[in-house]
């Protein structure tokens, strides 16, 4: 579809929006993929719990409300339901808790792209191999996941396939609707990093059949580090044991938060049995706030204005000759749009001279970047404009 | 520095008697300072990930220069609970070992370890008297198959310190791990691993450490790394180079051989900035002089609620004292909504009415308590 057809039938009114990021003022960012820059009511939010810590030394009932709005609001994003939804502290921790949950067997397996999954989706699923647990690495098409070739590699001792909802780079989507209802008909626990995908693009677990999906709060969800969300299914939560418990983890009742249940205890309904010790309420401040403001768009609305943008700048690139990964814009493109060979370089920069000086050129002119696997990695947002991405086309163009 | 200047740093003093440290702590000015610098470099540009490294390092150090350990002998994760939960999945625990807990603990300090009996871990409960486990409680409750001793330094109420070094020292000629709730001890207490001769010790930055929610500490000895293997794994706690944004297409597990194994993804990165001023602010007053002021402190309001014909359930020798008073009164909740209405903030744990007390805290202001509480109508 025309990129500028999809920018124009999104509400209009998101092209207003990078008013509410005073980064916008003095910076073109396209650095989403690496953390957000704040709206001015995350700020705002965290000033007023701030002030109430510091003056009133703070009320804790009114810190666990905070929590549980937190909690309904990221439910209502994913289309979840609140019990299914726990407080972590980013992405390794949920995807950690779900793989050690499990009642593991020797001969198990648990299918992934390692070439394209970030390293934090990785690890926590060689840590199993010391119980016996097969890892099938299945390689990347094309800079892709593979979800039909990941699903020829199932078979009845496959517990898990995970996948991100959008690689780290080069950026693309995975099918997540495909690869999902195949996993559910397979009685396959399907694990989603969405690290880089939830808060821009809509979500639904419930369309896409996710079992769990981990993210933190620092990127599309406009918030702080050191918080995130873990949403698990209830049917897969109330079979999984917590290996860290503590006492939010436990079914005490209404009774207070640091009294001494039975010695055998009840775990929470559903995913809230991973709670584990007390919250960061700050950033759950923070995160309150930014999902309010996400709301307000609407996720479809912001998923369509985003990917719109990326289609704008995508199409620009390869107008002007660079080598967009990918191609010209289609169905694998999400809001992250990158340049140049995938692999070329280290983690953070880039091997080929022409690359390492345009992006010299963008940061020089207030331009906000990543450089991932040696390509460039330009990541968008809300608080980018068709304006933002003329910008950075004319800077390209005149790059020495 | 002196109290009064402390005192200053706080503002929650201006309007109300805090005493509920234990619950946790009303920011210093010092700490929203650094959070609004914190903010506002993220609102304009995002922020800079080499500084936070090169805070977490710094704070590293700190905090380990505060309990008397090495660096790589310390962890920074997002609370106590996770400390414990690291401990309790590390400690190699065969089908048919146990470990020793007890009533005193906190809720946190138990159900880590009860988790373990889906394993065949037996949990065994040492006796207290008046919140203590001694020595001879827990020689009464081990046996050959004991592997680790979870224990609070301070309890949470009513406030006792265990005598962990004697019975760190008991667990070691036994091979038995001794693992450390200091919560309630860490930035009241002058902590020391090394005298205390523990293996692994968690706490928390909300409380005596002035940080916001969501940071905790966890110490594990040089010597029992290996042995302690962590069970959440991400690639913060392998090997460097790999651990600092680096990714291959070929993946092995190599942990880290210092406590950073026990790290995993990004961390709270505003938090460890506000711990990193906290720590800098305590290292500079002191932690023995701290430690002083605190059971000087703690000393005054027991005499007073004494002298006024209150039940005190706390210890009152110096040695076995921290920096928590527990009160009895009847309905505790009322009274604490009592207080709360006159602008005294304290908490109701285990039917006591829990006072805990901080750097900021007078004598006057224990005074004005003591007369405010002879008023109660209950």
Redesign the interface.
Known sequence: MDAERIVTTASTALADAHRDF??TE??T?M?VA?????P?C??EA??TH??H??????N?PKFFELIEETRQRFATLVHADPDEIAFT?????GL??VA?GLDWRPGDNVILC??LE???N???W??L?RLGVEIRAVPARAGAIPVEDMLARADARTRIITASSVTFAPGFRTDLDMLGRACRERGILFVVDAAQSVGVLATDVRRSCIDALSV?T?KGLLG????GFLYCRREWAERM???????F??DLGAS?E????E?E?RLQPSARRFD????????AAAANASLQYLQKWGAAAVEVYVVGLAHSLARGMLDLGLPVCGGAPGAHLAHIVTVGALGAG???STEDPRFASLHKHLIENQV?LSIR?GILRFSLHVHNTLCDVERVLDLVKRAP | MDWQTVRSHFPVTQEYLFFDLANKCALPRFATQVIQEYAAKQERHSGDKHEWFRTIEEARGRFAQLVNAHPTEIAILKNTSEGLNIAANGIPFKAGDNVVVNLSEHPNNIYCWLNLQRRGVEVRWAPTRDGEVTVDALAATVDERTRALAIALVTYAPGNRNDVKALAAFCRERGIYTVVDAVQAVGTLNVDVVDLGVDMLATSGHKALFVPHGVGLFYCRRERLDDIAPFYVARSGMVTPVAVEHDTAHYELALAPTAARYEIGNNNYLGITVLNESLKYLLDLGMARIELRMVELSGYLTERLLAAGFEVLSPREVHRRSAIVCVRVAEPARVHTWLLARKVITTCRRDSLRLSLGIYNTETEIDAFTDLLKTYPG
């Open positions: 005073p980064a003095h910076l960012y650095d690496a953390r957000c820059v704040f001015r995350v700020r965290m000033d701030l002030d810590r510091m003056f009133e030394g703070g804790k502290k980013n992405v390794s921790e950690n808790m050690t390692p070439e970030h390293p934090n990785i690890y926590p060689l840590n191999r933190s620092q702080l580090y050191g918080m044991q917590p290996a860290y418990l503590a006492r983890g436990v207070h640091a009294a001494m249940g010695f205890f584990l010790g007390n919250y960061n309420f700050l950033a280290g983690h953070d906000r696997r």
